[in-house]
């Protein structure tokens, strides 16, 4: 679907509010889909294992889309999509882009559900608080993890010159331009100078001003583009989708399905997470991240969410070629073993779903740089084991990893964790010994779980 | 009696249905019953957007319930308001609070909520929407003789607008005319206290607490 019918669209579809869209469109329907649908969110199937359930999803998703279609916050229009331009969308999809360049070309492909390939690891900082005085060694640090496919969301730079950056402000622009220089700079000390970097310097508009094929992020490089949930984009993400694909850049498409939001519960949710995923391809979008997120406990894995993540997946791999991956926010923080016993969860549910993989991150940081690459490592790790299990022992390892940290998911009380720098030794790169022993600690538990890690 | 408790379920309903022309009409045949307006809204509406807050605290119902709930109240709220003007009076409300998510942020759930959850606790909100700048809010404030101003804010980079507002309001001699509170996921009472904010909410729940709390200092 050509991109100029969606900016038309943007400009003369039917001119209603907010409100209007989100409640009487978006919340009537998707309560109406959800139960001529038929879906049931049951705490003891958190991996879903019924496929025509997820049959169902999928053509609740696509009939929610055809009804509501996308709203433009800033034009106040729906764009909306006929049966026709959707199905022909997704019957020609090529289910593989590759990015990168030289040695570092990496193809990221669609997966099935149980696949045995290897999904995709987008691993980095994921857009937590960095400080410019951090900001190339952490990433460099993420770089020398060889099962890091690609470098994820190189961080957030919300301060510069000792002064708070407002977004869209001059300041953002120098931000941006930074945020595409440290980041190429990352790669390049780790010896993979044209590792893909896929990049969201979240500065507003500004963040386009990190290009540079030379020194910054590249037209090879993904980049990323937010729909507003649910099912809404406004001037700024168009603006960005339509330079992104000017320069011929992979689109990183990302939305936050909120579970308890404008969907309804897990079931609704996840009907509108599949009308998202469609939206996101017919922009234009190569891969699609999910975030499941939940209005409460704003973390993604209490049992809403992981159950989401692997029904929404598993409707995707079954129906479409379309390629998706899943973002990981946790309660607990990078330091604690509930950090890693959170993000395997999610991420069993999901890769054995058909996803590939991003993250992981803490839902609330509490400083500068709190994440870590070894925790990265561990997440590939539990990735590629997970494409030697079926669905039922996923759902059994899931399950009692959930059991272990679901008292827990508070963020007022949950592990507060340590930064990168003090994990991590600055001048080696390497892990603190106790650091590493965290590692080990959360692979002996997996292992002792049954999950095949190498 | 009976009519009068009759017409307490009919109000009570039109939260339940999300309905707010039933609102309305029942607000209607409360004030032909010579039912006051207050008791109306305290026996009638009152205990079903409650029960409603609290089933949303247990995600048994979500947030287009909450927001629908709340908007039939408004309507209902809206028919004795009227009433009373023409009478002369006004309907007594706990405060006026103006409400609005910062400029530069567009994360307008939060809000939402602490908005709906105010107003089915008494409170009358006017809600600006998303993306508001400083000198908005003090103009709304002004416009609705406010008593509240509360500001949303999701990012860490547009927090600081929270601190151009108390700024802004002390610039122009209005900080002790209004109570400030801000809230948003990266707010915290700390911040609060360092930009001068009267008050910092975690949750809607907390917010009506900590505003009951000032609001009644202040009234007194
Ligand atoms: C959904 C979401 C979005 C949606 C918003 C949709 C919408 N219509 O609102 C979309 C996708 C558009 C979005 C965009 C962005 N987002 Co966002 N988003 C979120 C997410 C996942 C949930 C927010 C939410 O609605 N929570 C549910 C509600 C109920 O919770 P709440 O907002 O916290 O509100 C409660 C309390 O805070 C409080 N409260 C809220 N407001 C007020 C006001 C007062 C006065 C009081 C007393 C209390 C109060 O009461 C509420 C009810 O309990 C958060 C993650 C998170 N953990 O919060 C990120 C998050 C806020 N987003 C983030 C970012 C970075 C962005 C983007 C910059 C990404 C980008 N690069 O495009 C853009 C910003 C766009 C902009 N200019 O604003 C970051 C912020 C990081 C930071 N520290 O600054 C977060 C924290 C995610 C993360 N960890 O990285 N986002």
Known sequence: MDLSLILKRSELGALTTGDEFLLKSVSMNTMRLAREAKLKFDPQILVNQDDEAADRLFQAGRQLLLETGLYCTSSRRVIRFSERELDERLKCLPGQVTVGQG??????????????????????????????????????????????????????????????????????????????????EAVMRAGRPDMPIAGHAVMAL??????????????????????????????????????????????????????????????GTAITAVASVIASTLLGGDFVHIGPQHIKLRVQTNQHSLWLSSIVNQAIARNSQMIITTSHTTAGRPGSLQFALEFSALAIASVISGSNQSGPRPAEPLGNNQNSPLMCRLFAEVGRATTRIDRAKANEIVLALYQEYKDHLDLATSPRGKTFNELYDLNTLEPSEEHYATYQEARAKLLALGLPLD | MSNESEIFQKLAQSIWDFDPDAAAAAAKEALAAGIAPARAVEEGFSPAIRELGDKFDRMEVFLPELVMAAGAMKAGVNVFEEAMKKAGGSLANKGVVVLGTVEGDIHDIGKTIVGAMLSSAGYKVVDLGVEISVPRFLEAADEAKADIIAASALLSTTMLRQKDLVEFLTSRGKKEKYIVIVGGAPVTQEWADKIGADAYARDAQQAIKVLDGLMATRRA
């Open chain 1, 103 to 184: 040695k570092e070309l990496h193809t990221v492909r669609h997966r099935g559900v149980e696949d045995s390939a290897f999904p995709t690891i987008f691993g980095g900082p994921f857009n937590c608080d960095t400080d410019e005085a951090t900001f190339v060694k952490f990433n460099e640090a993420y770089a020398r993890e060889p099962l890091i496919d690609i470098l994820f969301f190189p961080g957030y730079l919300k301060e510069l010159d000792g002064i708070l950056i407002r977004p869209g402000s001059g300041l953002s622009t120098r931000a941006a331009i930074l945020y595409g220089r440290y980041a190429r």
């Open chain 1, 206 to 267: 500004n963040e386009i001003a990190c290009s540079s094929e030379e020194w910054g992020l590249r037209s090879t490089d993904p980049r990323a583009m937010v729909l507003i949930s649910e099912l809404q984009v406004d001037d700024v993400t168009l603006t960005r989708l339509v330079y992104y694909k000017s320069i011929g850049a992979p689109i990183y498409m990302s939305f936050t399905p909120l579970i308890g939001g404008y969907g309804g519960g897990p079931e």
